[in-house]
């Protein structure tokens, strides 16, 4: 799929899938029969407890009262009291069941939904706003909560009574209630007619929700820039737009929603008048031999008829409703990922550090290679650096030795092992990864460095927080390593940020470690303690590093300058000083200016 | 103002609508209660009493009344739906523009996930109150005092026995909304923080990769996904021992109905056709009194999710407009600092910050990290205001200044480079959405982001992730540049605009930076080739300005600067040597 943004509807499967709930079946509901034959059973004692209560009260008014028996009343009274009871603790026990079901299923899809994500890799997140990723493992997830614990029990209780009123209205005659049937294809076409426009209303529906959705989140993420643009009005209007499309399109679905309910009426009162006819007319023609007290029971019934049909119907809507939340939910179950272990992957051992790439050719996008055949050794402990023009590839080449990607073509050994034999996740625990965009969960300090290594010990991380001179300002906080931060580190200076970021990648104890512009908002004299602090730390690592500031880079033990998707000049500083190519160049360039 | 009373401001606004609904209930309510009436005819009279004839008028009366009822319920479902539907929109657009409104120290306060929350979770509550629950207790009431009403005229002491139910259920409904309240409270907040945690998660996605953290993330997910399920379950504890009471208080009406009524009727108090009677209006009685439980529980979430909202936006932005706000188109971009201090949370972070700049001067800024550089910038665009000393703007006090036209005078591209999921073009244009595309393009030259992105497959028109993922640093660095230059303000701030681009395309950059004509920049850098050349460098060392001056004072003074210069060019003699060496 082309990448989305905020106002782009995504595309819609309009076929009615009836697989889709073939598989929440399946996949969700079925480990629950005990509990949903259990409610069935319940919920069917109940209704039929409530079919004894017409007949009771017939009793106390055609025989008892005229009999005069009081006695009799009192404990006919006492029974249908009874009754109720048995009726309210059976609800009781649904209301505990069914929402105990509903949770359930919820709560499985959510961990199954969130679970996938995990797996799927960073062109996933890339490629849509992330509104529109979390409202599917949010909202839509929730939106299923209401069909999933009365829906369900509901459903099939209502079709058990359906299946018992035509079985008693069979018995009393067959012609009236073959008439009474000649209504269900009557509304089986009416739903067929408004099937295809309901589903398609629900669909823009929910797209229109998660666009939305992905504005709101939008908004708040960027709501410096937003300020600082003095975009407020703009973004307000476009606001309202998408809100008033949301408004518009659910107002629609609904009203198709709401269309059922009145036909089920209208039909029953039908089937009902046809019944009411037919039976005046044979009553009166004496061509059937029928009673007028037939008639009068059978009418009694036709009510019990459609009630259950009309919450079917209604369980109908909130179903084809739940489906277009359920699509995009499976969609993103479906989500094939492309980044994952081979089959029978073995752990990878404890890291060395050694790292060879041989011929890796690469593209994110089909026919627009980024990296062409890049080759290079890099020995235990040693560090290299990655310099070159912007888009030239450098963060490409460091994200692959993670496996953030998968290459078109060559290969990547670590230790001698191509990494692609070994587990994602084995591979990863022993990297250290410190990105250009340093992310901060919220929480406090303390967690987030002790993100790299959970085992770490407070000791631990104050040390890695040293390290990086870190430490003497967390301390100057409120609360120092206990002060909390919002996500993204917004109280904390960009520079701070990537400090802590620096930590937590050092706290994993890493034996590759890789720094992609990881100080780029440091200043030079914190740089330079944390070159002196870090020398050490990295004397038994090998690590890659991409920077601009060449004065962070000059050590290294080997520098590439990468373009135009390879490797075009490699070796120490000195050597490629003497060589005066593109390094030369580049590295004469910062001195420029101060001939001016 | 209570949360209450905000909701009802808006529900005010669409009463007509409202008011249609409810007399439209009001029919379809009277209609129920035709419709079984005609049947009763039909099968008492008609086919059990042979008055045959009578059937073709009671059937189609029937079908009209059955025809009429959905239609008027189709009607009022319209009204309180479309109500309900403006109701929210009319909020959501109130809370968005709160939200706009607020201040850099709300956001650092509230979580992005908890925010949207109250735009999308709790607004939800609201909708099925006002599209369902309203109408639905009026309908409830209607049909309870309509058979009451007639109860009364038929036999007033069977009336009594049905008053004798008001006060349970008046009570007991009290209870249960006092009950829950907290477990409603609670399930929000667990939505709330869910939420929050699937928001931070997702746009976390490559530390957590990175750092191969799935299953630690899955495992905290889980934690939050049970917390949210167990606030369901509990909640359901709490109610469900309330809505079954009013289940069984209306059984025990039709039971002490009949007997009392049975009883009369036997010791001859009361004809048994009467009895008859009031037990078909028994169905009016026993509905609302059933569902009264579960109207509860909506109003209970309605009522907490209102509150919620509230709370969120009540908070008074810091940052106000003056009351007089001082509007001026073009700025000229003379920038005083005098004697700005600035604390938060108790916590000096700026002190006694002092200097001049004219307008198409250029400063650069330069200091240890955390030591307050970019707070001197948000100041500058009043994002926080100074709790000490003033600053001014061509010798006005920024506070006077109408707080847009101040922010649109000053281009800000900052450290932190925020995209939107939009076309290249779009990010460009976002401070002047309706710039020409010649304008886009000239501010990508100028930042020199015309290069990489006519190489893009859909050039201008790319899409590009939230956050610029997919991009490089640099490019993100130097869109966001061209964002700040599109606006043409006569103050351009470059926070740390340039440190993920190489020294070349700043040199460009800086170049053409200074052929656009004259305007005052800041530019806050680690990289002395950035500011070198600033009319004046400040030296920022925790919150204070230890040195300023130009390039050539600062070395001369052999302070920080000089340090830092000597880190980054110690070598500048012997390349100097080499130059000359190399190139004659």
């Known amino acids: 799929m082309a990448r989305n943004k905020v106002d782009m509807d995504e595309s819609l499967q309009s076929q009615f899938n009836i697989k889709q709930v073939g598989r929440l079946y399946k996949s969700y509901i079925r480990p629950h029969t005990k509990e949903l034959v259990i409610t069935i059973i319940l919920m069917l004692i109940s209704s039929a407890l409530g079919m004894l209560t017409p007949m009771i009260l017939k009793t106390i008014m055609d025989d008892l009262i005229p009999a005069g028996n009081i006695k009799g009343i009192v404990l006919i009274c006492l029974l249908l009291l009874s009754i109720n009871i048995i009726c309210v603790s059976i609800l009781r026990m649904k209301i505990t069941i069914t929402t105990k079901l509903g949770q359930s299923i919820i709560h499985q899809i959510r961990q199954d939904i969130f679970t996938h994500l995990q797996e799927l890799p960073f062109s996933y997140y890339d490629d849509r706003p992330h509104g529109k990723i979390q409202v599917r493992v949010v909202n839509y997830v929730n939106s299923l909560s209401d ?27 067959v012609k009236l209630t073959l008439v009474c049937l000649c209504g269900l294809p009557v509304l089986a076409t009416l739903v067929f007619v408004i099937k295809r426009k309901q589903r398609v209303s629900w669909q823009i529906m929910s797209n229109k929700s998660s666009n939305l959705n992905a504005y709101i989140a939008e908004s708040i993420s960027g709501i410096r820039v937003t300020q600082s643009f003095v975009r407020e009005n703009e973004n307000i209007k476009i606001f309202n737009r998408l809100s008033n499309e949301y408004r518009s399109s659910w107002m629609k679905a609904v009203m198709y929603n709401f269309l059922l309910p009145p036909a089920v009426d209208n039909i029953s009162a039908l089937t009902t008048s046809a019944i009411y006819v037919l039976g005046v007319s044979w009553l009166s023609g004496g061509l059937e031999a029928i009673t007028a007290g037939t008639i009068i029971a059978f009418t009694g019934y036709i009510g019990r008829f459609w009630t259950p049909i009309s919450t079917l119907a209604n369980f109908y809507n909130s179903l084809l409703t739940a489906l277009s939340y359920l699509d995009r939910i499976f969609e993103t179950i479906d989500e ?65 030795i993670s496996r953030f990607y998968n290459l078109d073509s060559g290969q990547i050994l670590i230790d001698g092992i191509d990494i692609n034999t070994v587990t994602i996740r084995s ?70 940020r990537q400090l ?60 590439m300058y990468v373009d135009k998707g390879n490797i075009q000049e490699m070796g120490t500083h000195e050597e490629l000083m003497e060589r005066k190519g593109a390094y030369y160049e580049l590295y004469m360039s910062q001195y420029d200016f101060l001939d001016k | 103002m209570t949360a209450l009373k905000w909701f009802f401001s808006f529900l005010k606004k669409h009463r007509t609508r409202i008011a249609l609904g409810l007399l439209l209930v009001t029919i379809c309510s009277a209609l129920a209660i035709v419709n079984p009436y005609i049947s009763g005819i039909i099968v008492d009279d008609v086919i059990g009493g042979g008055a045959y004839e009578l059937v073709g008028k009671l059937v189609a009366l029937l079908l009209l009344t059955t025809l009429l009822r959905s239609v008027t319920r189709y009607l009022y479902l319209y009204c309180f739906e479309s109500a309900s539907q403006r109701v929210l929109f009319d909020m959501r657009d109130h809370v968005f523009r709160r939200l706009m409104g607020e201040d850099f120290t709300f956001y650092n306060k509230n979580r992005t996930g908890d925010l949207m929350s109250r735009l999308t979770g709790d607004m939800d509550a609201i909708r099925h109150f006002v599209a369902a629950t309203i109408y639905l207790i009026y ?16 036999e007033w002491r069977l009336a009594l026995c049905i008053v004798i139910f008001l006060p349970f259920t008046v009570i007991t409904a009290k209870k249960q909304l006092k009950a829950i309240a907290p477990a409603f409270a609670n399930i929000r907040q667990r939505f709330s923080s869910l939420n929050t945690f699937v928001q931070e998660n997702v746009s976390g996605n490559r530390v957590v990769k990175a750092f191969a953290k799935e299953d630690y993330e899955i495992e905290k997910f889980n934690k939050e996904n049970d917390a949210y399920m167990e606030a369901q379950l509990t909640s359901t504890a709490m109610w469900r021992k309330y809505v079954p009471i009013f289940e069984f208080l209306s059984s025990l009406l039709t039971v002490i109905l009949y ?17 008859v009677t009031v037990s078909g209006y028994l169905w009016m009685l026993n509905d609302p009194l059933r569902s009264v439980g579960w109207r509860g529980n909506d109003v209970q979430n309605f009522a907490t999710s209102c509150k919620k909202i509230y709370t969120t936006i009540t908070a008074q932005p810091n940052i106000t407009e003056p009351a007089r706000p001082y509007v001026k188109e073009k700025l000229r971009g003379r920038v005083e600092f005098r004697n700005v201090d600035y604390a938060a949370n ?52 920024v506070k006077k200044y109408n707080l847009y036209s101040l922010r649109d005078n000053i281009g800000m591209s900052m450290q932190d480079v925020f995209l939107f ?112 050349d600033a009319d004046l460098i400040l030296v920022m060392d925790e919150g204070r300005i230890c040195e300023s001056g130009t390039h050539e004072e600062l070395l001369e003074k052999k302070g920080y600067y000089y340090t830092v210069f000597n880190h980054q060019y110690g070598e500048f003699d012997k390349i100097q040597a080499q130059k000359k060496g190399g190139t004659p």
């Open chain 2, 421 to 532: 999921s939009d076309t290249i073009e779009g990010n460009i244009a976002y401070g002047k959405p309706n710039a020409t595309f010649e304008e886009v393009k000239h501010a990508a030259v100028i930042s020199d982001a015309d290069g990489f992105i006519m190489k893009m497959p859909d050039q201008y028109d790319t899409i590009i992730g939230e956050r610029g993922v997919g991009l490089s640093g640099g490019q993100r660095q130097r869109i966001s540049l061209a964002r700040a230059l599109l606006k043409d303000p006569s103050i351009v701030i470059l926070d740390d605009t340039t440190s993920a681009v190489d020294m070349e395309t700043e040199s460009h950059i800086q170049d053409s930076l200074h052929s656009i004509g004259e305007r005052t920049v800041f530019i806050i850098a680690h990289r002395i080739s950035s500011i070198r």
């Open chain 2, 259 to 275: 007997l009392v009524g049975g009883i009369m009727v036997v010791q001859g108090n009361m004809s048994l056709g009467k009895l």
């Open chain 1, 336 to 400: 094939p990922v492309v980044v994952k272990d081979t089959p029978g992957a073995a752990e990878m051992p404890p890291i060395r550090g050694d790292v060879e790439f041989r011929d890796v050719k690469f593209s994110y996008e089909e026919g627009v290679r980024i990296l062409n055949g890049v080759n290079f050794k890099a020995k235990q402990g040693q560090s290299f650096a990655i310099v070159g023009p912007t888009g030239a590839g450098k963060s490409t080449i460091i994200n692959l």
């Open chain 2, 139 to 154: 309908e409830s009431i209607l049909l309870f005092s309509f058979a009451f009403v007639m109860i009364v005229t038929i």
């Open chain 1, 427 to 496: 591979l990863r625990k022993q990297m250290g990864v410190m990105m250009q965009d340093s992310f901060i969960f919220s929480g406090t300090i303390m967690d987030n460095i002790r993100y790299g290594n959970m085992e770490a010990t407070d000791e631990q991380v104050v040390t890695a927080a040293k390290t990086v001179c870190a430490h003497d300002f967390i301390m100057e906080l409120e609360d120092g390593y206990n002060t909390h931060v919002n996500e993204r580190g917004t109280r904390l200076s960009a520079g701070q």
């Open chain 1, 500 to 559: 802590i970021s620096f930590a937590r990648a050092l706290l994993a104890d890493p034996k590759i470690l890789i720094l992609d512009e990881a100080t780029s908002s440091i200043d030079t004299e914190t740089e330079i303690l944390l070159q002196q602090g870090l020398a050490r730390l990295l004397k038994n690592r090998t690590s890659f590093i991409i920077a601009h500031r060449l004065s962070t880079i000059k050590n290294s033990s080997c520098i």
């Open chain 2, 346 to 397: 108790n916590d000096v972070i700026l002190h006694d910050i002092n200097f001049k700049v004219n307008p198409g001067q250029t400063v650069g800024i330069i200091g240890a990290t955390g030591s307050g550089k970019s707070t001197l910038m948000n100041l500058l665009c009043r994002f926080y205001d100074v709790t000490g000393g003033e600053i001014l703007i061509d010798s006005m006090n």
């Open chain 1, 147 to 173: 069909l999933l614990s009365n829906g369900i029990v509901n459903t099939f209780t209502d079709l058990c009574s359906l299946f018992f009123i035509i079985g008693f209205m069979l018995s009393l005659n």
